[in-house]
């Protein structure tokens, strides 16, 4: 049974810090892109960043470069979101997801549909 357990969140202040992790599970987590995504209050789940299988190709939203690194560490079956700068805009639920066929390239959003964590929260106080 695949598990994406995600952690590391909570209540922090504007301009602060938080680092994200995601203990993946059941998988062979090496062949996997894994992702995060992240859902506001009544808005669309939306895509965050991502990161190949070999960790060698990320991706970003917009919103969120400059501010936001992804990392995976596949000796450890885990991936993590370091996120710096943070505004009150990137309040949210985070999702880990996970992909075998995601395609990460840097020039367009990679769709995953296979696998997802429960989700932690995120509260950036102004």
């Known amino acids: 049974q695949v598990q994406l357990v995600e952690s590391g969140g909570g209540l922090v202040q504007a301009g602060g810090s938080l680092r994200l992790s995601c203990a993946a599970s059941?998988?062979?987590?090496?062949?996997?892109?894994m992702g995060w995504f992240r859902q506001a209050p009544g808005k669309e789940r939306e895509f965050v960043a991502a990161v190949s299988w070999s960790g060698a190709i990320t991706d970003y939203a917009d919103s969120v470069k400059g501010r936001f690194t992804i990392s995976r560490d596949n000796a450890k079956n885990a991936v993590y979101l370091q996120m710096n700068s943070l505004k009150p805009e990137d309040t949210a639920v985070y999702y880990c997801a996970a992909d075998l066929h995601a395609v990460v390239t840097g020039t367009a959003t990679p769709l995953f549909r296979e696998y997802w964590g429960q989700g932690t929260q995120v509260t950036v106080a102004s």
């Open positions: 059941g998988l062979t987590f090496s062949s996997y892109a």
